[in-house]
């Protein structure tokens, strides 16, 4: 059985930072190319950032500069570090796993239940 538990969301202020983690289980994780999308309230869910098991990485533009991914096979685990909140990052973000092993921009059959990550003072 495939989990992906998120982990690291909360309230930060504007400008603050956090870090998301996602450990893969029931997968071989260095076959998947693994992903972070957010979804706010009303949008549909959109592209974060992706990384495959080399650490080729896609990020989407509005992140660009102030997330990083990262992951680390051996803990079967990905991450996105997230610096310079902005309200307009306030969303549900979600893990992903797509059986890929090039950089791609679009989900995998897996997602994790989510983690609230809410930017406001």
């Known amino acids: 059985q495939v989990q992906l538990v998120e982990s690291g969301g909360g309230l930060v202020q504007p400008g603050g930072s956090l870090r998301l983690s996602c450990a893969a289980s029931?997968?071989?994780?260095?076959?998947?190319?693994m992903g972070w999308y957010r979804q706010a309230p009303g949008e549909r869910r959109n592209l974060v950032a992706t990384?495959?098991?080399?650490?080729?990485?896609i990020y989407t533009d509005s992140v660009k500069g102030r997330f990083t991914i990262s992951r680390d096979n051996a803990k079967s685990t990905v991450y996105l570090q997230m610096n310079s909140l902005k309200p307009d990052d306030t969303a549900v973000y979600y893990c992903?796993?797509?059986?890929?092993?090039?950089?791609?921009?679009?989900?995998?059959?897996?997602w994790g239940q989510g983690t609230q990550v809410t930017v406001s003072s």
């Open positions: 992903n796993a797509a059986a890929a092993t090039i950089p791609i921009a679009h989900p995998g059959d897996y």
């Open positions: 029931g997968i071989t994780f260095s076959s998947y190319t």
């Open positions: 990384i495959t098991r080399g650490g080729n990485t």
